[in-house]
């Protein structure tokens, strides 16, 4: 299934883009599902959605979002039940672990008392994203079997932060529940049977390998080459910092960034100075963008519309019964649909060279752009390099052969991170 996430700057008209890019894919024939997170009333202007109600069937048999509505021939919208989902979640958790809770003389929590805690929002996307690629039409309704995904994400800092997660929890639980102390699991169902009752440590282990395999798909997903960003940016000196940032935390996790939507352009050519001098200021920045990403990354250009995209049809903030805003399909010509790409693991962004011949290293080439010399960090941690860009840092295990190297040198030239390594003579393979 191709599928965009749509992020950017706060601010910037995520959900509009993400509606726009959304309607485009539908338009072209192909099968679109546009989930969203946003809990304001911007989704009822622009798609019409219904306010959410309470789901009522079990948690084991429903997909983390409320029922997708068609507003459009090919498109389906639904908002990410975030608090929904967590209940069920720790419902199930509950369920699961009855006979641990029963030794431990605890009382388990009311389906009433469940709230949502802050952070679930995260959780819930990543679940969203594996559910509607495995959606079947008995779970998800007759528009299963989608083409087109769009995500509207969280500003692109929340939003790298949870594509890291998948990466970073499944480390954790690679160091907290090794797989060489799961050796002696088959005795765990032996003494289950002779206490009466399930063992906690076998519960443990069967709940992180869940996690362990829901992870791994999750991760799967965001490293495909078919799951591609679109960054949503309101042209502007303030935004071009925040732009840089999202770019460098982006690419340290590898994540494709297709186009970037300079969204809300003033016209330009106006008499009205005060207008005028707006547009000159966009424009300005708008040939920075275009410097900046062009020509690898495509920088589409969306209007003002005068107004908000849902305020054709309406007063402004008033729902809609039903459909597209006329605004919005506006916006989806200048949106574009996403290309075709294959879905398949993209490729390994980091390369080494081999420098041993002239210079005895070997380089680790890390692309990362819009990173500069004052936010990076290195440290080596035994098999592992930890990369420091701003406020992201991720853990990166270093290929074979640098593993039997010291680390000798960094720089940063054009946009890429080159880590020099020098063979190790006490491990490197010596020459007959």
């Keep these: 299934m191709r599928t965009v996430l749509v992020t950017g700057t706060g601010g910037a008209g995520r959900t509009t883009v993400a509606a726009a890019t959304a309607l485009a894919a539908a338009q072209e024939g192909r099968r679109t599902l546009l989930l969203t997170a946003d809990r304001d009333a911007t989704p009822e202007a622009l798609l019409g959605l219904p306010t959410p109600r309470p789901a009522t069937a079990p948690a084991d048999r429903r997909p983390p979002w409320n029922p997708p509505v068609e507003v459009a021939p090919g ?82 800092p929340d939003t790298i932060a949870v594509l890291a997660l998948p990466e970073q929890l499944r480390r954790y639980l690679r160091r907290l529940l090794p797989a060489e102390r799961q050796a002696a699991r088959a005795l765990r169902p032996m003494l289950a049977q002779l206490a009466g009752v399930p063992m906690p440590a076998q519960k443990l282990y069967e709940t992180a390998e869940r996690w362990e395999r829901e992870l791994a798909g999750v991760q799967d997903l965001i490293e495909s080459e078919a799951t591609t960003v679109r960054l949503v940016v309101d042209p502007g000196p303030l935004a071009d910092r925040a732009l840089r940032t999202a770019r460098a935390g982006l690419a340290l996790y590898g994540c494709r960034v297709e186009a970037v939507v300079a969204n809300r352009l003033l016209p330009t050519g106006t008499a009205d100075p005060w207008l005028a001098a707006l547009s000159g200021r966009q424009q300005a920045a708008l040939k920075e963008l275009h410097g900046q990403w062009a020509p690898d990354v495509p920088v589409r250009e969306l209007p003002h519309l005068g107004g908000d995209p849902g305020e054709a049809d309406g007063p402004a903030g008033a729902p809609r019964p039903g459909g597209p805003a006329a605004g919005l399909a506006a916006l989806a010509g200048p949106a574009g649909a996403p290309e075709s790409r294959p879905d398949r693991p993209a ?86």
């Design 347 to 432: 490729a390994e962004p980091w390369t080494v060279e081999d420098h041993l011949a002239d210079e005895g290293v070997l380089v680790w080439r890390l692309p990362l752009p819009g990173a500069d010399r004052d936010s990076l960090g290195l440290v080596r941690r035994g098999d592992e390099l930890i990369v420091t860009v701003g406020p992201f840092h991720r853990v990166l295990p270093l290929p074979s052969a640098l593993r039997r190297c010291t680390v000798s040198g960094a720089g940063l030239r054009d946009g890429h991170l080159h880590v020099r390594f020098t063979p190790d003579p006490e491990l490197w393979p010596k020459s007959v």
């Design 75 to 156: 498109l389906w919208a639904a908002r990410i039940a975030a608090d929904d989902w967590f209940r069920g979640e720790l419902a199930t958790l509950q369920e699961r672990g009855r006979g641990a809770l029963d030794m431990l003389g605890a009382t388990p929590l009311d389906p009433e008392e469940l709230t949502g805690l802050p952070g679930m929002e995260a959780f819930a996307v990543l679940r969203a994203l594996r559910a509607a690629h495995d959606a079947e039409p008995d779970t998800a309704g007759a528009a299963a079997g989608w083409d087109v995904l769009v995500v509207d994400m969280p500003p692109a």
